[in-house]
């Protein structure tokens, strides 16, 4: 998203994030962007989610762990713009 904003493209994020410290880092860095946040919602209570890469070169891998809490669905019908 951000680099299609510092190509000149009009960009919304559309989503939710956590109320934690690492929904607050994400939402941060966003508004550092020029990217559409009105319609980001933040979650009360709900922890933002977590990705980790693994790199292991010995078998030249690439797996990941991520982890996103049922709280931070956004099911159908509940975004209106």
């Known amino acids: 998203m951000v680099t299609c904003s510092k190509l000149g493209l009009r960009v919304k994020y559309i989503g939710t994030v956590g109320d934690d410290e690492r929904g607050r880092v994400q939402l941060e860095s966003l508004q550092l962007s020029d990217i559409n946040l009105d319609d980001v919602e933040v979650r009360e209570n709900c922890p933002n989610q977590t ?8 078998r030249a891998s690439e797996p990941f762990l991520w982890q996103r809490n049922e709280c931070l669905r956004l099911g159908p019908g509940q975004y209106h713009s």
């Open 51 to 58: 990705a980790y890469i693994l790199i292991d070169r010995a």
